[in-house]
């Protein structure tokens, strides 16, 4: 299952939240979302657990907690949506 995680610090990075959601079960992954162009975290993150109910539990333990001041967002992730390629082009 793929997991989303909101409002996470912006001093996270990924082994932290592997360390965290490890405690929970197995991960394929854990990755915290950073701007490209400045390097910073995007205050956000994913997880992958290839065990859902090792997931829903990290699920339910983990959201609405808080961490170094701001409260989670943890819930099963969503598809992205399909975005319209281009942008900014002249006519």
Excluded at 15 to 36: C, H, P, T, Y
Excluded at 44 to 65: H, Q, R, Y
């Amino acid at each position: 299952m793929r997991i989303y995680v909101g409002n996470l610090p912006y001093s996270m990075n990924d082994e932290e939240l592997r360390n965290i959601f490890g405690q929970f079960g197995e991960l394929a992954s854990a990755e915290v979302i950073m701007d490209k162009f400045s390097g910073q975290s995007k205050g956000f993150g994913f997880v992958d657990m290839p065990n859902n109910s090792e997931a829903d539990a990290a699920i339910k333990a983990l959201n609405d907690t808080e961490m170094k001041g701001r409260k989670l967002t943890v819930n099963e992730a969503r598809p992205r949506a399909e975005r319209p390629r281009g942008g900014g082009g002249r006519y």
